[in-house]
């Protein structure tokens, strides 16, 4: 419990130093971007739309930096983010909610497989060592591991899209559809995710396969396991049972940072697929310096890993009574 | 090859009904390494009768370790058995599937092994480790499990209700008693214990050693007892064995080889005990260390670190000879002991 | 009583029965690259791993043997295809893919290099300073590195790029380094925290040897192995987000880059185009030098999990005698 407690307190102490570290950037980027920013949109945009961006970068500095931090933090509460200046005049969250769904639905769904996937293939390569799962697989997954997300992705639009047309490679969906729930709009969705899923399937399985089975050889040298043959228990048994039980443990708190990682690549394989995401966004709030965006992005992102860390400690505890031990 | 010695090769015990219940002949363990295959057991032989309690001792490295998990076919690459055979009431185990070894195993033989946090799976509760064992045999009722459980553990001496309890939840002591206590769930026929009391402070080694001892005699199986710990176990052992680079040294009666060491090895180890009670003496320790098995010596392993060793004993390979009722591996061990000093 | 046999022997100056080594001292700095080098040399796929690597450095250093042309100069057709003038055609401006391809390896393969091994030192500072020092520093350093760990560092390098327009290279390099460096100090901490007890380095403290002393000649000689593991795994890393960031625009698109050359392929839609090598190659190539790392790596995991880990059991020859016999005592 004092495990968790811990946790939880350093989930809430990195999420405030992200929202003080967005809050911070702009102010402190040498030119202040704000300026150019106001001076490029000045003609352009109403009143509002420039209170909005003045608000999230603190150019009116008629207010003291406590008070812009207050102001901010208010407004973050109660889910004020401020107006997108690509999208104007649609506010940051209604394009994000747009957006969301598609981006958890590709990252989600393919993070769960290659974790189960690859998490399977590693143990069963460990304990059959030498055999031919064993001796193929860890080295070609040894070089996927290498190879950047997106040029996977544009491989795949080469292959299978442009050359083969077997599957659609633009978009999250057909833009001349109009979303809704229904079952042929889910099917389009569905059948523009493929070949971005299997891209990031499949760079991103080697690392699940690679660390599990590692870990997986040094538990099986164990006393306790060889104390399962002596009892003789049966081999799946031990397998599951006893060595994998032990060996994905170290593995958990390192799926759970990956997160990080993993949506770094969604970000890269949303914007070769134009797959509007939450990544494609953020790739087109850059280039239209969409400040504000951008922030609620960052934060966005930033929460998600932090909920995923938190999870992966809580099934942790569920799993390893000795972590429930009072220290 | 010396399978040439006596089928009856022990002298002593081994003549009650039905026969030995184990029988090791010519047990040969290789460690197939880089650097070359080191013969980590030698042609190792003996018999164990019925509820005998066998003491194996000998410092790090001898090769008892190996020998145990080798009796046990327990072992891992790069290590194997390359030779010799190991008749459990009989069956040779080496010839064994897997499939045909898990009905005897912890049935009839079952393992203690030297640290309990180690042997003990952590994620699983003391009692799920139990039941484990016994669903693995074919015990199924719940009522059937948790009774057999709650006898073990009181017949060691614990509270049954830390069957819920987690191996770190417990001391090591009782963590000790209660992997003993898993051993015995089915009363086997032989148990064998790797160093068991070697993670435990001397007071929990002595009351160990006493409660092994009860639980032997009570329920008649045979103890297999690896240590290096000579005194320790020479209080409870019936015979003992002696082991050097991988060989039997010296084997016999406990109170035979104890007061009257005949190899200069098992003396040089005696030797380097301070007694409690007795004449203050000075420890004489044994200078050198142990050959390099990738490479063993030409002819006897000890003669490097060999106080009496004289030119013959670096021709050739030395036998087992039977000396009185002691089989020793030394040409110079005579009926009287080993030739005082020079 | 149990530990009778290993007083015995030490006290006849002999080792403890059954060392790991006859020499029993600890594997210098020196002795442990010896022995990796020998490890690598019989390991396949470290030797396939250092092959690769050696190949991309000479192209780094020798472009201008490899390729004739000037990679930034429009000068031919565009839009070709592979001929026996230009190996891989030209791209939509008239430039020489193949001449690309080879000056692109320099500054890759300088950006991968120099951040990982920046990397690399902070990840050995932090590390090892919080793991070591304990107590506050500790905590600090490590709530640092914790942080940083756990906050997207894609995006985060994306905004952090996008507020420092025209930044460049050494801007990259210093923001792929702060951001890169966590993992490699939480593994070093940790393994820094598992032999601060062991017992020869207790014997330095009691010796009196400085902090700084210890740190340097004691600690990270026994950490080669997970320090040359760090540096590899980073430069991977360094290698991909790097190229993720200037697919994207960022850095400096004007120069020849593996990551610009994508950029640029992306964004005259090659795909699209039939200009299919425009980017399969850079794409290619930045795989194959990401797993020459890799493969190193993995190697070096397979060599070092058995044999280098493991830290020096005793060094019965350099303690003194009365640090020798307070051992005995304790343990019988």
């Known amino acids: 419990m004092r495990f968790l407690l811990r946790r939880a307190g350093f989930f809430v102490l990195t999420l405030w130093v992200c929202i003080t570290l967005n809050f911070l950037l702009p102010r402190l980027m040498p030119g202040n971007p704000a300026i150019a920013l106001m001076a490029k949109f000045h003609g352009r945009l109403n009143p509002a739309a420039l209170k909005a961006i003045e608000v999230a970068l603190g150019v009116n500095v008629h207010q003291s930096l406590i008070s812009q931090y207050g102001a901010y933090l208010h407004n973050l509460a109660t889910g004020n983010l401020g107006v997108s200046i690509t999208f104007f005049p649609d506010s940051v969250s209604s394009v994000i909610r747009g957006a969301i769904l598609y981006t958890l639905g590709l990252v989600g769904v393919t993070t769960i497989i290659a974790f189960i996937l690859g998490t399977l293939i590693g143990i069963l390569g460990a304990w059959r060592r030498g055999g031919w799962l064993d001796s193929l697989l860890p080295p070609i997954f040894v070089i996927t591991s290498a190879v950047p997300y997106f040029w996977v992705g544009m491989l795949l639009i080469l292959v299978f899209g442009i050359k083969l047309h077997w599957f659609p490679y633009d978009f999250a969906y057909d833009p001349t559809l109009t979303p809704s729930l229904s079952l042929s709009f889910i099917g389009n969705v569905i059948e523009h995710s493929i070949l971005p899923a299997v891209a990031l399937l499949v760079t991103s399985i080697g690392g699940w396969i690679l660390t599990m089975r590692n870990t997986m050889i040094t538990t099986l040298a164990e006393d306790y396991v060889k104390m399962a043959r002596a009892k003789g228990l049966p081999s799946r048994r031990i397998m599951l049972d006893y060595a994998a039980r032990n060996a994905i443990l170290p593995n958990l708190s390192g799926f759970a940072m990956s997160t990080g990682f993993i949506v770094g690549g969604a970000v890269l394989v949303e914007y070769v697929f134009n797959y509007n995401g939450l990544g494609y966004l953020l790739v087109q709030a850059l280039d239209s310096e969409d400040y504000p965006l951008m922030q609620a992005l960052f934060l966005l992102i930033t929460v998600a890993v932090l909920i995923a860390i938190l999870l992966a400690d809580i099934v942790t505890v569920i799993l390893d009574p000795r972590t429930r031990a009072a220290r | ?342 | 009583m149990a530990m009778i046999f290993e007083a015995a022997a030490a006290q006849t100056g002999g080792q403890f029965p059954g060392a790991t080594e006859p020499g029993g001292s600890a594997p210098r700095a020196g002795q442990a690259v010896g022995r990796i080098w020998k490890a690598v040399r019989s390991n396949g796929k470290a030797l396939a791993g250092i092959i690769l690597l050696a190949l991309f450095t000479l192209l780094a250093i020798f472009p201008w043997a490899i390729a004739k042309d000037n990679p930034s100069a429009e000068i031919y057709k565009p839009s070709l295809g592979p001929s026996t003038a230009h190996l891989f055609g030209t791209t939509s401006y008239g430039q020489d893919l193949f001449a690309q391809a080879v000056w692109g390896t320099r500054e890759t393969l300088i950006l991968a290099v120099v951040s990982g091994v920046l990397s690399t030192f902070l990840s050995v500072i932090m590390g090892l300073a919080a793991g070591y020092l304990g107590g506050a520093w500790d905590s600090v350093l490590n709530f640092i590195t914790d942080v940083l760990l756990v906050v997207p560092t894609f995006p985060l390098l994306i905004i952090i790029v996008a507020y420092l327009p025209g930044v460049g290279v050494p801007g990259l390099i210093a923001v792929l380094v702060v951001t890169g460096y966590s993992y490699g100090a939480r593994q070093l901490r940790a393994q820094t925290l598992s032999i601060r007890s062991r017992d020869y380095l207790e014997a330095a403290r009691v010796r009196g040897e400085r902090r700084l002393y210890v740190i340097m000649v004691e600690i990270i000689p026994s950490m080669t192995s997970l320090i040359v593991a760090t540096f590899l795994g980073t430069a991977v890393y360094n290698v991909l987000a790097a190229a993720g960031l200037q697919f994207l625009g960022f850095g400096d698109p004007s120069s020849v880059s593996w990551g610009t050359m994508l950029y640029w392929a992306e964004n005259n839609e090659a795909l699209q185009t039939n200009q299919y090598l425009w980017a399969i190659v850079p794409g290619a190539l930045i795989a194959l030098l990401g797993a020459a790392f890799v493969l190193i790596n993995y190697a070096f995991d397979e060599i070092s999990n058995p044999a280098l880990a493991r830290v020096p059991v005793t060094r019965t020859r350099q303690l003194n005698p009365i640090y020798r016999r307070l051992r005995a005592n304790r343990s019988s």
Not at chain 2, 71 to 96: C, H, K, M, W, Y
Not at chain 2, 266 to 295: H, Y
Request: glycine share 10%.
């Open chain 2, 1 to 342: 090859m010396r399978t040439g010695q006596a089928e009856r090769l022990d002298p002593g015990w081994g003549e009650q009904a039905g026969g030995p219940v184990l029988q090791v002949r010519d047990l040969s363990v290789c460690y197939h390494t880089k650097r070359g295959d080191v013969l980590a057991v030698d042609n190792v032989s003996f018999d164990l009768a019925r509820g005998e309690f066998l003491g194996i001792v000998g410092e790090s490295g001898c090769g008892k370790s190996t020998l145990l998990f080798g009796i046990a076919q327990l072992l891992s690459p790069p290590a194997a058995i390359t030779g010799g055979s190991v008749r459990f009431e009989g069956t040779n185990l080496v010839d064994l599937g897997d499939r045909q070894l898990a009905t005897i195993r912890w049935k009839k033989i079952s393992l203690v092994m030297q640290s309990a946090m180690n042997a003990l799976n952590p994620v699983k509760t003391i009692g799920a480790q139990f039941t484990d064992a016994m669903r693995a045999h074919g015990v199924t009722g719940r009522q059937e499990i948790a009774d057999r459980s709650a006898e073990v553990l009181r017949m060691v001496g614990i509270d049954p209700q830390h069957l819920r309890s987690y191996p770190h939840q417990l001391s090591g002591g009782m963590r000790q008693r209660s992997m003993i206590a898993m051993a015995l769930l089915f009363t086997p026929d032989l148990v064998i214990m790797d160093e068991p009391t070697s993670a435990l402070d001397v007071v929990a080694q002595r009351s160990l050693m006493i409660q092994i001892k009860e639980l032997q005699q009570r329920l008649g199986f045979a103890v297999i007892f690896v240590t290096h710990d000579m005194s320790l176990v020479s209080h409870f052992s019936d015979r003992l064995m002696v082991m050097y680079a991988g060989q039997v040294a010296e084997l016999g009666a406990t109170r035979r080889v104890f007061d009257n060491p005949r190899h200069p090895y098992s003396a040089g180890l005696l030797e380097a005990f301070p007694s409690i009670r007795g004449p203050k003496v000075d420890l004489t320790g044994i200078p050198g260390s142990p050959p390099d098995l990738a490479r063993p010596p030409a002819g006897c392993r000890f003669a490097p670190r060999c106080p009496i060793v004289v030119d013959a004993c670096r021709q050739e390979p030395v036998d087992l000879r039977h000396l009185g009722d002691v089989l020793v591996r030394c040409i110079r061990a005579d009926g009287n002991g080993v030739v005082p000093g020079d």
